[in-house]
């Protein structure tokens, strides 16, 4: 018994070293292109060395974090490839997503979404960026947990995930553009998803995506810092 709770405490470090550690890389908080150390990360985190090796195995496994012989870790590059592949997966998993929920949509799903889609509205008491990204992952999540396909929910999530690195880039800091125009494009999804117009619950879906893509792209390629943060080209 012993030796089983003693493997069991082992595994939770480790996990808990991987989500400091991951969380800090898709907030940029360890920025692209940084150099670290298992030191550097045992001390920043207060983890064991052994649990950030775990970690950092995970991590590069995940195309988070490359390893340099000798020379410790680097903090994986953001390119514009990755931003092409991440909302090209985007436009094609979550339409899919819409279009499933809908079918199976209800009352009750339909008033979870208004209210988590109340949390993504930008008012004068709520210029919390993260807190309004972090709303927009609920509301996009709950959709595709809907379309009650574990896999297809897990994989949005996970593109989701990988895209707050993206938008916590510094280029991207005050996005109030997209910010304003999501509660009327979420209310769009909603509104098919209630009716169970599968077709045009897919397509608002998309339409939501799409120019949230444009917006991103122009705003890293016109930001003249673009460099400081090793946007890589394609």
């Known amino acids: ?87 090209g997966l985007r436009l094609i998993i979550e339409p899919a997503a819409a279009r499933l929920a809908a079918e199976r949509c209800d009352r009750a799903l339909a008033d979870e979404l208004e209210e988590l889609n109340r949390a993504c509205t930008h008012t004068r008491d709520s210029n919390d960026v993260a807190a309004l990204r972090n709303a927009n992952r609920a509301f996009h999540a709950a959709v595709a947990r809907a379309a009650r396909n574990e896999r297809l929910a897990e994989l949005v999530c996970v593109v989701l995930e990988e895209l707050d690195r993206v938008l916590y880039l510094p280029h991207l800091a005050n996005v109030w553009e997209r910010i304003d125009a999501t509660y009327a494009e979420h209310e769009r999804i909603i509104g098919a998803l209630a009716a169970r117009d599968a077709e045009t619950a897919a397509q608002a879906a998309y339409e939501h995506i799409l120019p949230n893509k444009q917006f991103i792209i122009e705003a890293l390629t016109s930001s003249p810092g673009l460099r400081s943060v090793n946007l890589a080209g394609i």
């Open 1 to 87: 018994m012993q030796g089983g709770t003693e493997g069991t405490g082992k595994r939770s470090l480790a996990d808990a070293a991987y989500e400091a550690v991951r969380g800090a890389i898709l907030r940029c908080e360890l920025p692209p292109g940084q150099q670290v150390t298992e030191a550097q990360l045992e001390h920043r985190f207060g983890c064991g060395r052994a649990a950030v090796r775990a970690a950092l195995t995970r991590l590069c496994q995940e195309r988070l974090v490359q390893a340099i012989p000798r020379h410790g870790y680097a903090i994986a590059p953001i390119t514009f490839k990755d931003v092409h592949d991440l909302f």
